[in-house]
């Protein structure tokens, strides 16, 4: 059971990842509908053609407050447990950005992102039911993207670039030890947490139209894989001595996981004057992530292939700006994001659900060419059973069955200039 449970949840520290979007506070305000608007420096994430059309050398700052929420409850707990609700403990993560782009004659602009597009956190009790599938976790990847533009004609330009990108990775875990003595079967928790890091390199490109009153916008982001190695470190100390020669302490491991391709379409529209709308599809291929193999440098652990099967999802989102006075302007949106995840692959560490979205925000003029934008992403995830990978799954019982209610609140500021 050890050998099992330690490969399964190693692999778990990786399979987390998740999509995060919110990479400038005025596309956020949005809902991110901002392909084809793609018109300050955000755009090397967004759409990298829109740099096209800066002009000047142009800067942003920004970072993204990230505050989840949520809880999970057994459906039908074994009479001994004491406590069926546990809540996920509170946590705020910050994925921040730093744009800069500079035009370079009439048509061409150069530009260089900074921006963290997956990642995962999160921490529950030591103690809940479900501390062998992972109770603390935390994966970042930081993309640094030099990015090119051009205007093909006045109202047409490209744009593409290129990403290194390095990405780390931590998971906490109990292993549940069973050893056979003569006359009692005895089990013993051992924490066990693993540490690793890897990089890799990724693609991304677009195509923006843009006329007076309407825009079209296409981009895309290339799948990536990250060869991740690391250290396992295994607390034996709840063991008896004859026994703990039989498990190690520390050993090397390393997997690879699998990052999709991103294809979003956008269109905006200007109907009045002050008013803009936009509308975005994104589909994300991540049904390349079906499994992923997990080995050890210690003989004592064995390799073994984790099946995953996640399945391609789409995301609509619809963003609208008004233009109240030219130093003041309104933003806001809704957004629809389709799970990839399976209910089969679920656990406490990525318990993921359809989800809905209510954005607003405002952007600021300053001072000549100074920019502040606010946002505010109020997200809700529809309610979800899960059997928590089968842990308490004994045929005719199925004790681990879980429902998981979630909702997230984000905050963003940018603060854009030019010169």
Not at 180 to 194: C, F, G, N, V, W
Not at 310 to 329: A, E, H, M, N
Request: aromatic content about 16%; proline content about 6%.
């Amino acid at each position: 059971m050890f050998v099992a449970l330690l490969l399964a949840q190693a692999s778990l520290g990786t399979a987390a990842g998740f999509l995060i979007y919110e990479h400038g506070a005025a596309a956020m305000a949005m809902a991110g509908a901002f392909v084809s608007i793609a018109n300050d420096p955000s755009a090397i994430w967004h759409n990298p053609a829109g740099i096209a059309f800066l002009k000047g050398t142009q800067i942003s700052v920004g970072t993204t407050l990230i505050m989840p929420s949520g809880k999970m409850t057994l459906l039908n707990p074994p009479p001994w447990e004491p406590q069926q609700t546990w809540k996920q403990k509170s946590a705020v993560f910050f994925p921040s950005t730093f744009y800069i782009t500079r035009s370079v004659g009439e048509r061409v602009t150069l530009g260089f992102g900074f921006f963290s597009p997956y990642g995962l956190g999160a921490s529950w009790p030591i103690e809940n039911q479900f501390r062998y599938l992972g109770y603390e976790d935390d994966m970042k990847t930081f993309f640094f993207n030099p990015t090119v533009g051009v205007k093909l004609t006045d109202k047409l330009s490209f744009g593409a670039g290129v990403s290194y990108v390095y990405s780390t990775v931590m998971f906490k875990m109990v292993s549940l030890i069973d050893d056979l003595y003569p006359y009692t079967l005895q089990t013993y928790d051992a924490p066990a947490e693993l540490k690793g890091n890897g990089d890799a390199w990724a693609f991304n490109a677009g195509l923006l139209y843009r006329a007076e009153k309407f825009s079209l916008g296409f981009s895309w982001r290339s799948s990536f894989n990250i060869d991740y190695k690391g250290d396992m470190k295994l607390d034996t100390s709840a063991i008896p001595a004859p026994f703990r020669p039989l498990f190690p302490t520390e050993a090397g491991g390393e997997t690879t996981f699998k990052f999709p391709n991103i294809l979003a379409f956008g269109a905006s529209l200007k109907p009045v004057e002050r008013l803009l709308l936009s509308l975005d599809f994104h589909y994300v291929l991540w049904s390349r992530y079906d499994e992923y193999v997990v080995s050890f440098d210690d003989p004592r652990l064995e390799e073994m292939v984790m099946e995953e099967n996640w399945k391609d999802s789409i995301l609509v989102r619809l963003g609208g700006q008004y233009t109240l006075s030219p130093k003041f302007c309104l933003r806001a949106g809704l957004i629809y994001d389709q799970t990839p995840q399976p209910a089969e692959s679920m656990d406490p560490l990525l318990p993921d659900a359809d989800r809905y979205a209510l954005t607003a925000g405002i952007g600021w003029t300053l001072a000549k060419n100074v920019v502040l934008d606010l946002a505010f992403h109020h997200e809700i995830f529809q309610d979800r059973e899960s059997p928590n990978r089968n842990i308490y799954n004994f045929g005719v019982v199925d004790y681990g069955r879980s429902k998981y209610e979630m909702t997230a609140n984000l905050l963003a500021a940018s603060l854009s200039f030019g010169f």
